[in-house]
């Protein structure tokens, strides 16, 4: 039975990203270990690309987000505040005659052990009932390796920022509504890894935590919280937003950072989450898909996507579970709040007070407060209004770099088949990365290696660049050969010095052939302005 076409384009990235340098399997020499992934020479700066972009939108390029570079053990009473402790955790099912382990959610998915081509279901053995599985890494920290010692890795980078978050606000001299970004590793020991680097064990996270005032804050100061305007951008952000706009505006300024990296609208999804799906504390999570070719099919037989991100809005509840558990404050005073309040009439002061109180209420509760507790500590939080006091709210954007990096090998990659005079089939890849994600920008080429003048005109060219982005230096082979070359690493642009660079036509002294390699146009550009032409296109 022919492969679907889907899987021939997966087996076709996978095997490019071996022979390239993208990807390689971990521990390959030692027959691998499931999940985990290493990135080779291209895919190190695909990799490097993509983070330094992100970091440059999220903060750089802001003044209202700073980063945050946090480690990887942190104190275990974390994430037994975070939740993930207790219900982190995948639903999981053994099958007793093929002995292949699944989550019980994704069992229609799932090749069989067995028989690798069919799906669990047809295994038709018997599954044990699902038993909670919990996915994160444990360590000991210390020489004793005993219950006091266990530590975890994180599964997340975003607890840490709302575990520094007073840190942070203290010393960096920003005011709600503000950000706090971090890169980095995370850890889950999923329970089924598969389609490739898409759910590994070891994975890099990008993640923004923006704390907004709660909307009732947001009334006492501006008189009303704005309304969300049609579907699409709402613009700079605004004194009367509330968290349905910061989240409306989170949602499309993450698409609109990757259509920056040339993934296209068309190419993405987006799944709202319903009631059922939303963890209790969240008011609404937004992900962002990509038509991954693995991915499920709707009913017109269109690709629906799979998650590269998701965008939360996760009400106060992550800075008031630290609050509660690690016993430190974790409110922020606001002046504006308290200058506000003290002019509002009393009913309207009342009316605030008396939502606020039950939000609180509602959170104290959950969390398996008694009524009586959760009654006095929602007055006082409540209370606190009057007084400038609040606990931020938050609107998370959390994506994944490794599924970024799958995304744009996908939407980058395209072959090609010819069958020269002599009947040799020949396939060319071309990766029709942006500029900006390209791991190589410019391939410089002198057209032979053996014209000392040539090569040192090369060099120069090469050095002048280097400073400024990465270049790749080759002169081994035909031009058609290095040009096939660079297209399979996906280096957009290449640079040729020939004898017109070194004057043999005169009016040509000191320019180079630019190569484009989505059409293989061909310009002449002078040297001298080879930086100007091609910084603003990578940047
Ligand atoms: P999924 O439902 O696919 O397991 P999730 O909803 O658990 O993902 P989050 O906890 O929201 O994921 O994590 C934020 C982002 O981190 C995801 O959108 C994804 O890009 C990335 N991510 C999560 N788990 C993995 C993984 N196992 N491998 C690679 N990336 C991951």
Redo the contacts with the bound molecule.
Sequence with gaps: MAEPKENVLMEKIVSLCKRRGFIYQSSEIYGGINGFWDYGPLGAELKRNVKELWWNTMTRLRDDVVGLEATIIMAPAIWKASGHVDTFSDPMIDCKTCKGRFRADQTDEIACPQKPSKCVNECHGEKTAPRAFNLMFQTYVGPLQDDSAVAYLRP?TAQAIFAQFKNVLETSRQKVPFGIAQVGKAF?N?VTPRNFT???RE?E?MELEFFIKPDEVIEAISGSVATVPDPGHPGEPQPNWGWQAWHQYWVEERVAFYERIGLSRHTLGFHVQTPEELAHYARATTDILFKFPFSKRDGQGELKGE????IAARSDFDLSQHQRCSGKPMGVFDDELRTAWGKLPKEKQDDLWRRYCENRKKYLTKTGVTDEAATKQATEDANGLAKGQYIPHVIEP???V??LILALLTNAYSDATKTDEKGKVETTVVLKFHPRVAPIKVGVMPLLKNKPELVTKAHEVRDLLRPWMNVFYDDGGSIGRRYARQDEAGTPFCLTIDFDTLGEKPELLNTVTLRHRDDGRQERLAIGDLLTWLLPKIR
Excluded: I, K, V, Y
């Design positions: 997340e889950r999923e898409f759910r590994s994975f996270q998650e590269l991100e998701g959390s994506a994944g490794d599924r």
